[in-house]
């Protein structure tokens, strides 16, 4: 399924960089792709990583073929330019969203393809959390930080949810939420943003219409080189957007105000949330 969105615009036999696929490759070389990975791990660190998840098999995780340095840059570090470059729940990782779009852009041969597969906030452990800021985006660029901050790490951990005890769910879905840190949890969370590592969490907040016009805005404001060619609405808790350089607007490219209204009726779209009773506190 996902494979049939991002090739909507994309060749399935040109070349592929995907982004940090660990062991759940979406173009494997295994299934004939001419793909390549990058990551920050090597497959012998991705294997010591994901050890204790579950449903994970060492088989899952192919060869990195390009282990990106501490603070690297993946243009610089990678040669290779591809026909297609795919992020499969990467961006909202990221520091720097408008770093790393024009990062993946300097990674495109001419008529390339940026495919990004992104978790719709609406239907995971982001639920409760406000969707990200155009101002906040731009900041970010304008200050760029190597690692997420405390402030991240506090806004991600107390709001993380829980929904019938999984992260992520469909739509129309119906149970209770709970909580997934308790303020212990959360301070201690925070507080590892001080140290020396990165520390891994969704930065960026997204519904789909909300990111269509966020990259919108950052084009028309040139902040990004690359417009939306093709889109795909929320499919179990992900939606899908793939990207092209362009310089203008199309014909059939909405209109701004359109995109305004679609991403404010998402707001309406959100269920009206139902608790799980509070387990009492431990008297001892």
Same mark, same amino acid.
């Given at each position: ?8 615009? !994309? +060749? ?8 940090? =696929? ?9 299934? *004939? ?10 497959? $012998? *660190? ?8 579950? #449903?994970?098999? =060492?088989?899952?995780?192919? +060869?990195? +073929?390009?282990?990106? =340095? ?19 729940? &990467? ?10 779009? #024009? ?7 001419? *008529?390339?393809?940026? /495919? ?5 906030? @609406? ?17 970010? /660029?304008?200050? =760029?930080?190597? &690692? ?21 769910? $469909?739509?129309?879905?119906? *149970? !209770? ?12 969370? !925070? !507080? ?23 990259? @919108? ?9 690359? %417009? ?13 957007? #793939? ?8 014909? +059939?490219?909405?209109? %701004? ?10 707001? %309406? ?8 009773? /509070?387990?009492?506190?431990? /008297?001892?």
């Amino acid at each position: 399924m996902r494979r049939q969105h991002l090739f909507a615009t !994309a +060749d399935p036999s040109g070349s592929a960089l995907e982004i940090g =696929p660990a062991h759940n490759g979406i173009l494997r070389k295994r299934d *004939g792709y001419d793909s390549r990975t990058v990551d920050y791990l090597d497959r $012998a *660190g991705l294997i010591e990583k994901y050890k204790a998840h579950e #449903n994970y098999s =060492p088989d899952d995780i192919e +060869d990195v +073929d390009y282990v990106l =340095p501490p603070g690297a840059k993946m243009a610089d570090v990678i040669d290779d330019r591809f026909d297609l470059v795919l992020a499969s729940h &990467v961006i909202e990782h990221t520091t720097s969203l408008i770093d790393f779009l #024009n990062e993946c852009t300097r990674l495109l041969r001419p *008529g390339g393809v940026l /495919a990004l597969v992104v978790p719709d906030h @609406r239907y995971c452990f982001d639920r409760f959390r406000e969707r990200s800021s155009l101002g906040s985006v731009v900041d970010a /660029a304008l200050h =760029p930080r190597a &690692v997420h901050t405390v402030g991240t790490l506090t806004e991600f951990s107390i709001n993380a949810v829980k929904h019938r005890g999984t992260t992520s769910w $469909a739509p129309r879905h119906r *149970g !209770a939420y709970t909580f997934a840190h308790s303020p212990q949890d959360v301070r201690r969370h !925070a !507080a590892s943003a001080l140290g020396d590592g990165y520390v891994d969490v969704h930065h960026w907040v997204f519904s789909p219409h909300h990111l269509r016009l966020m990259l @919108r805005d950052l084009a028309d404001l040139g902040y990004v080189e690359v %417009r939306e060619a093709y889109w795909h609405d929320t499919i179990g808790h992900e939606f899908f957007v #793939n990207l092209t350089v362009r310089s203008e607007l199309g014909p +059939d490219d909405p209109s %701004r105000q359109e995109l305004v209204t679609l991403a404010d009726a998402e707001l %309406r779209s959100l269920d009206v949330p139902v608790w799980e009773p /509070a387990t009492p506190p431990d /008297a001892s």
